[in-house]
């Protein structure tokens, strides 16, 4: 079993829907908890971090972390077509640089 | 926000031959610099860990003495394949840590790929 799993999509939605995109984990020692946007043949972009359980609110962006279910949530509200790209999470640990990811969910937003 | 930068961001090579890859924090001070290694439609993969002044810290099965790791200064460090085969062939992206932010928080590069002939 992986310690975090991600469903590669795609996923396709239409201009001004909300996305909602997830990922679960094995590994309860998580605490930091990440999403990247990567466009094709670029680097990842870091849109949220979080810490521990909770939300956090980024513009059109919204990150649920929910340690108890061991699930994680990116919600995206007005999805725009440039928001089509590969969608990663990444946990960590205390105490460690080291970050684990998702294989990464990709969106299309169609016009 | 933290800025680093690849360099290539494309080679084509012919199998047997030595590639170096190049890793800049442009406005920041790193540390700490990652490499990963991503295949297609596959997650990123941590290499290895590099640290300033000393040895890179090796994830398990990646071969030391393939993927050389130099981080000589606070603003670079370098990753060379040795002797590159086509089963090397591959999206190499490195990171960086901003020391002033927290531990976790990585800022990625653009991204090298390399073709192994």
């Known amino acids: 079993q992986k310690e975090v799993e991600q469903d590669p999509g795609p996923l396709s939605v239409p201009e001004g829907a909300i996305v909602s995109l997830n990922c679960t984990y094995s590994n309860s020692a998580f605490q930091y908890f990440m999403w990247y946007r990567q466009y094709s043949r670029k680097g990842p972009e870091l849109l949220m971090y979080t810490y521990s359980s909770g939300n956090k609110e980024d513009g059109r962006f919204t990150a649920q972390v929910d340690k108890s279910s061991k699930y994680i949530s990116l919600f995206i509200r007005d999805s725009q077509p440039s928001d089509s790209a590969t969608y990663l999470c990444a946990m960590s640990a205390e105490y460690t640089d080291k970050l684990i990811f998702g294989t990464g969910t990709r969106l299309q937003v169609f016009p | 926000g933290a800025v680093v930068s690849q360099h290539p961001s494309r080679v084509i090579c012919k199998s047997g031959t030595s590639v170096k890859i190049e890793c800049r924090s442009l406005d920041f001070q790193a540390t700490t610099m990652f490499w990963y290694r991503q295949f297609p439609k596959q997650s990123l993969m941590l290499m290895a860990t590099s640290n300033e002044g000393s040895k890179a810290t090796y994830e398990q099965g990646v071969e030391k003495d393939k993927f050389l790791i130099n981080h000589a200064s606070l603003t670079l460090s370098t990753l060379t394949v040795t002797s590159a085969h086509p089963e090397d062939s591959s999206f190499y992206i490195c990171?960086?840590?901003?020391?002033?932010?927290?531990?976790?928080?990585?800022?990625f590069g653009p991204g090298t790929r390399l073709t192994v002939l």
């Open positions: 990171s960086a840590r901003v020391s002033t932010r927290s531990r976790n928080e990585q800022f």
